[in-house]
């Protein structure tokens, strides 16, 4: 019981390391840190280049009906759809990957979300105070009134 306490205390302090360590997407056309090679508009393109060339080994998946290999499963739902008229369960084999760049234990970016959510607040409430400054930028001009039922009803008037 107390090896798996250990093993699992340990798992955790890899965890919370491993989220340190990685520098964060910086929500801007980036280049690879490690090949430096194309800059990378979205962090999902980055991903897909960090799988393709610093993994060493991915996974291929090859169409059941016909044997074809494909290297995204997007692209072999694409081709069922248009050859087979069908979706059948891939057949998924590893395989080392030819186009391997070593890393050299450079981590790859993440994504805060903490961060990201922080600055989509921030957009928020600043579309929020330009609409409120523009739509209601003169409030002296405004007279207000209750009716019969009373609600308040403004009546807005030129000096």
Request: hydrophobic share 30%; glycine share 4%.
């Amino acid at each position: 019981m107390a090896s798996l306490e250990i093993l699992d205390g340990i798992s955790q302090e890899l965890a919370a390391f491993e989220t340190l360590e990685r520098p964060c997407w910086p929500n801007q056309p980036t280049a690879c840190n490690v090949c430096g090679g194309h800059q990378y508009s979205s962090f999902q393109s980055y991903k897909r280049h960090w799988c393709a060339k610093h993994e060493n080994t991915f996974t291929l998946l090859f169409c059941p009906s016909c044997n074809k290999k494909f290297g995204r499963k997007p692209d072999l739902v694409a081709h069922q759809r248009k050859i087979h008229h069908l979706l059948a369960t891939p057949i998924e084999r590893e395989v080392p990957n030819k186009a391997y760049i070593d890393p050299k234990g450079t981590p790859p970016y993440m994504v805060d979300h903490r961060q990201r959510l922080r600055l989509k607040r921030a957009r928020d409430v600043e579309e929020a105070s330009v609409s409120l400054t523009t739509e209601r930028a003169d409030c002296r001009d405004e007279t207000f009134e209750l009716s019969k039922d009373n609600r308040v009803v403004f009546k807005k008037f030129k000096s």
